[in-house]
C-alpha cells in the first residue's frame, strides 16, 4: 500500500512527496508537471518510455490491447500513485505494453526514465516503487479473478462501480459501444446487460450517459 502521505498531499502540488529531502530536491529538479484533459491517450502498447507518470491530480485508466486493438480494462492510477507497468518497462528498457488513458482532468508528474535509477539510492525511492509495484500486481490478480469467475453482468457492475470510484462522480459519460470495447464484448450484449441493470434500479441510462446508482448495487 501506498504511504499516505502521498496519497493526501499529492493532489496539492506545492506539498512534497518525500520526507528524505534529498530525493525530494532531486524529485522537484527532474519531474515535468504537465496539464491533460480527460480521454487523452498519454501511452499506447509500443510507446518507448521516457517518463513515467505519478498522478498529482485526477486519474488514469489503464488497459490491456492487443495486437488486433481489443482491449481490456485492468485497474486506476489515483492521486500519489504510478504505472507499475512504466515502472517495470522503463527500469527494463522496454516499450509500453498498456494504453494509460487520462480518466478526469489530469496534472501529471512526469518523472525522466534516466532519474528512475539515478533515485535508487534513496530508500523511500525504493519503496516507493515496490510499493507501487506490489498494488498494481494485486489489483491485476483482482482482475484476473473478475474475468475469470464472474459473470459478465458482474463484471459490467465492478468496472462502472470502479469508474465512477475513480472520477468521484456517480454520472459517466460512456456510450455502450465505449464499455464493450473495454470489457471486450460485443455492443448488444453490453446494452441487454444495461438495461436490465436498469431494471434492477442500479443505473440509470441516457443518451451517451449513465447514472450509476451506488448504494443500489450495495443493497442488491
Not at 491533460?36 to 517518463?51: E, K, Q, R
Not at 481490456?72 to 494504453?99: D, Q
Not at 508528474?109 to 519503496?127: F, I, K, N, T
Not at 460485443?186 to 436498469?198: A, G
Request: with cysteine; net charge negative; proline share 3%.
Amino acid at each position: 500500500m501506498l504511504y499516505d502521505y502521498v496519497r493526501i498531499r499529492a493532489h496539492e502540488l506545492h506539498f512534497g512527496m518525500f520526507t528524505d529531502k534529498a530525493l525530494q530536491e532531486a524529485f522537484d529538479h527532474a519531474v515535468v508537471r504537465r496539464s491533460f484533459p480527460a480521454g487523452a491517450v498519454i501511452m499506447s502498447p509500443g510507446d518507448t518510455i521516457t517518463h513515467v507518470p505519478i498522478v498529482a491530480k485526477g486519474s488514469l485508466r489503464i488497459l490491456a490491447q492487443d495486437a488486433e486493438g481489443h482491449e481490456r480494462f485492468l485497474y486506476h492510477i489515483m492521486p500519489g500513485e504510478s504505472c507499475a507497468m512504466s515502472l517495470t518497462c522503463c527500469s527494463s528498457k522496454r516499450t509500453s505494453s498498456v494504453l494509460a488513458v487520462v480518466e478526469e482532468d489530469a496534472e501529471l508528474l512526469m518523472v525522466p526514465a534516466q532519474s528512475m535509477d539515478e533515485w535508487m539510492v534513496y530508500p523511500e525511492w525504493r519503496r516507493y516503487v515496490s510499493d507501487t509495484q506490489a498494488q498494481r500486481f494485486s489489483e491485476l490478480l483482482d482482475t484476473i479473478e473478475v474475468v475469470a469467475f464472474q459473470r459478465l453482468d458482474e463484471q459490467l457492475w465492478d468496472y462502472l462501480t470502479k469508474r465512477a470510484q475513480a472520477t468521484g462522480s456517480t454520472t459517466l459519460k460512456l456510450t455502450h459501444q465505449d464499455i464493450a470495447n473495454e470489457l471486450n464484448s460485443p455492443r448488444e450484449v453490453i446494452t441487454r446487460l444495461l438495461h436490465q441493470l436498469q431494471a434492477r434500479g442500479r443505473v440509470t441510462i441516457s443518451r451517451g450517459v449513465l447514472e450509476v446508482h451506488l448504494a443500489q448495487g450495495h443493497e442488491a
